[in-house]
């Protein structure tokens, strides 16, 4: 049976927040601890994060510990899974480069991920090359380790389509080589695309809408307490609208039974509060104090672990370092066999 192995990572464009969380890194946390993957690997995707931010290097190398002590508080274990620094695996970049003519600029183009990434950082003509490209580098990333599964948002999805392309397109051409992988979205819908807290699809460090991961107790309430409702909803006795309403798709992501046992005793569950709401009678205020309550019990545990770890950097440098090698050994031994079907390793065949 084929081996079952995990890759996914984030960006590390500052510390993550809790659409990272209920999207993919609490889903990361399930699948490690499964026993169901043969290994397991986490990217912290720097060399992506510079293709919009080269002229601010530091910026990147700073926030590579921000996302590690993110992951490690969350509950990733590095004695489970193998955490990862991506450019210190250049395998990756010699992938990308051979993959990349395997796609025309016309595929590129019509990738709907990068199309809304690159209206929402206004690059226009003016977009670098390597952020362009950078769904041939992710494709490159996920066949480096034989990955079979990808934990994901749905956002991901036209970049997995990507990569499934590529692999279909080289084992076509040069035999079977490279594994093809498959997305696995959240089970629960309202995860998959978390709203910013001002009602905006998207929730982004760019656009101020975000709640941290490590965000303290007081920054908690006064961003829960300031979000997006129902625009309609102008009175307690007002029908209101769950459907698209942040507060409640928060709920949905968040919350448990035991959670209205311990703050809300008044319901019995989300389903009747919603039906409440739907009613008229129920303000904005109290479903926003709950959700608050929920979130503090949530967040607290991992913002404790995270600081606890802030205590140890030195060993949080040291399991960045030894996944990399590790990584860069799988990365390395894949790199082999494309070359080999690619018939580019002269030297290792002794002749032309």
């Not at 309550?293 to 802030?310: D, G, H, M, S």
Request: net charge negative; charged share 25%.
């Amino acid at each position: 049976m084929k081996e079952q192995i995990i890759l996914t990572g984030d960006r590390p464009t500052g510390r993550l927040h809790v659409g990272h969380y209920v999207g993919s890194l609490a889903r990361r946390v399930e699948l490690q601890d499964s026993g169901d993957y043969d290994k397991v690997y986490i990217m912290i995707a720097d060399a992506q994060a510079l293709t919009d931010n080269a002229e601010h290097p530091e910026k990147v190398r700073q926030n590579i510990m921000q996302v590690a002590l993110d992951y490690l508080a969350c509950g990733l274990d590095p004695e489970k899974s193998t955490i990862f620094v991506q450019s210190a695996v250049p395998e990756l970049t010699e992938l990308t480069f051979y993959y990349m003519d395997l796609v025309t600029v016309a595929r590129a183009e019509r990738n709907p991920t990068v199309k809304a990434e690159i209206k929402q950082r206004g690059f226009g003509a003016s977009i670098p090359m390597g952020f362009f490209c950078y769904p041939i580098s992710q494709a490159a990333d996920i066949t480096a380790f034989r990955a079979t599964t990808v934990p994901a948002g749905e956002d991901q999805m036209p970049m997995l389509e990507q990569c499934r392309e590529i692999v279909h397109k080289f084992n076509s051409i040069y035999g079977e080589t490279l594994t093809e992988p498959h997305i696995l979205l959240p089970a629960n819908e309202a995860c998959r695309r978390l709203p910013g807290i001002d009602g905006k699809a998207k929730m982004s460090k760019s656009l101020g809408n975000c709640i941290y991961l490590s965000e303290e107790p007081e920054d908690i309430k006064t961003k829960v307490m300031s979000m997006f409702t129902d625009p309609q909803h102008l009175r307690v006795e007002d029908p209101g609208r769950v459907e698209g309403n942040p507060v409640f798709l928060y709920l949905e992501a968040f919350c448990k039974p035991e959670h209205f046992t311990e703050f809300l005793p008044d319901y019995h569950g989300l389903e009747e509060l919603e039906d409440h709401y739907r009613r008229g009678g129920l303000g904005d205020v109290k479903v926003k104090r709950f959700l608050e309550r929920v979130l503090q019990a949530e967040l607290a545990p991992i913002r404790a672990r995270r600081k606890a770890w802030e205590q140890r950097p030195g060993d949080v440098y040291e399991i960045l370092k030894q996944g990399s090698i590790q990584a860069r050994e799988t990365a390395a031994a894949t790199l082999r066999d494309v070359r080999a079907a690619m018939q580019i390793d002269y030297f290792e065949r002794g002749s032309f």
